[in-house]
């Protein structure tokens, strides 16, 4: 078993996960983070790599990474000597996430983290995860559970549907209706909840990005740039890179820059008034925003441990983009590489072109490519395997 403790970042205890639960046993409201044993890697392919640092003791089939791209005319654009962490589809220069995000990374290796610890896994999405677990769950002999609002299903796609995923259909729900009943359906006892980016699963996977860039380029980047919803990814480099520190791998902490979406900006509101509390919005978020897996109610932000600590610790900014600017640099960026982004992905090209950050920029670009993926592979979107409109229909679900 690889040994690993996690560690609370406001108590400074180290203690042993339970399973599905990664909070502190003293309660502390933090974000703890899994401590290995020194930088080591081994001779598997894509994110197994890095097994050693990940929360697992094997690895499975799934072999894909993001790729790095750099190109001139993008340094122009946006101002600043860039590096891509391209997370997306266009096999011309060797990405291959068929999913288009980097969620089907994270939906990997929780599978794999839930296969090891006996249980089957229950989660709420409306996109881009429930697309990567219903995809990607045939790597495990587990079953997943999917619990998505109607209103989104017909938004869902698939290049080929896993059997042991169960797609299940909420009439009438909204995203937190989905929550709910999808922690409800974890009261049987062989099921648990994903938890997202407090999964230790999830995060350590997005932190093999600052292992492969070191890798690459050995060294870190000088900035780390990612539009974010929960904030995981950038959370997860930020995690990756002080882990090559904390062992002597590298001296140098990049520092992490975030963006968000006019008008549901929370994250870049609070970080640029100087606290750690979060605004309140009396609108629905979905109804108003264009990227709209930027709209996170519960970012982790304040939570110690979370976006405003590893703000401040690494000297970090905060910017938004509207839909327009948005909009616009994804033009741009479709005119440099024939790649089509995610509104998203479009939001961080537009909100770094507003930066002027000397040094090497990581820009994390995550949902990319699906007009390509559509004339390859022809995805199409899931059949439910159970529609229901409300916990009731929970009994019904095999
Ligand atoms: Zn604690």
């Known amino acids: 078993m690889t040994d690993f403790d996690l560690k609370c970042p406001e108590c400074n205890s180290f203690f042993k996960t339970d399973r599905f639960s990664f909070n502190c046993p003293d309660n502390c409201d933090s974000l703890s983070n ?22 697992v003791d094997k690895s499975n089939n799934y072999n894909k990474t993001p790729v790095f791209l750099e190109n001139q005319r993008f340094n122009e654009l946006v101002g600043g000597e860039v590096v891509i962490a391209f997370h997306g589809y266009h096999p011309e220069v060797g990405a291959d996430l068929d999913t288009c995000t980097f969620k089907e990374i994270e939906a990997v290796c929780s599978l794999r983290y839930a296969m090891e610890q006996g249980s089957d896994l229950a989660l709420a999405s409306v996109g881009n995860t429930a697309n990567a677990f219903l995809r990607y769950t045939h790597l495990e002999d587990i079953t997943t559970y999917i619990f998505v609002p109607e209103k989104t299903h017909i938004d869902l796609f698939c290049v080929e549907k896993s059997d042991n995923a169960k797609l299940v259909v909420i009439e009438d729900a909204s995203y937190s209706d989905a929550q709910e009943i999808a922690n409800q359906f974890c009261s049987r006892p062989d099921v648990s909840y994903d938890g997202g980016g407090r999964n230790i699963a999830r995060r350590d996977s997005l932190s093999t990005l600052a292992y492969q860039y070191y890798e690459r380029y050995n060294n870190l980047p000088d ?105 616009k640099a994804g033009e741009k960026f479709n005119e440099i590489f024939n790649i089509d982004l995610y509104p998203a992905a479009e939001v961080g090209v537009a909100s770094l072109m507003k930066k002027k950050l000397d040094g090497k920029i990581l820009l994390n670009i995550t949902g990319a490519g699906r007009k390509k993926l559509k004339k390859d592979l022809n995805p199409t979107t899931p059949k439910p395997d159970y529609i229901i409109n409300d916990k009731s229909g929970l009994e019904e679900i095999k």
């Open 34 to 55: 899994t401590v290995y044993q020194g930088f080591n890697v081994v001779e598997e392919e894509g994110i197994w790599r890095y097994l050693p640092m990940l929360p």
């Open 223 to 327: 900035h780390y740039f990612q539009p974010i919803g929960s904030g995981t990814g950038a959370i997860a480099f930020y995690t990756g890179s002080k882990r090559l520190n904390d062992v002597g791998v590298v001296n140098k902490i990049p520092k992490i820059h975030i963006a968000q979406n006019n008008p549901f900006t929370p994250v870049v509101d609070a970080w640029n008034q100087g606290t750690r509390k979060l605004p309140t919005y009396d609108y629905n978020p979905l109804d108003r925003t264009y990227a709209k897996v930027l709209t996170n109610k519960n970012p982790l932000y304040s939570t110690t441990g979370g976006l405003y600590d590893i703000l401040k610790s690494t000297g970090g900014s905060a910017t938004t983009a509207t839909k327009r600017e948005a909009e």
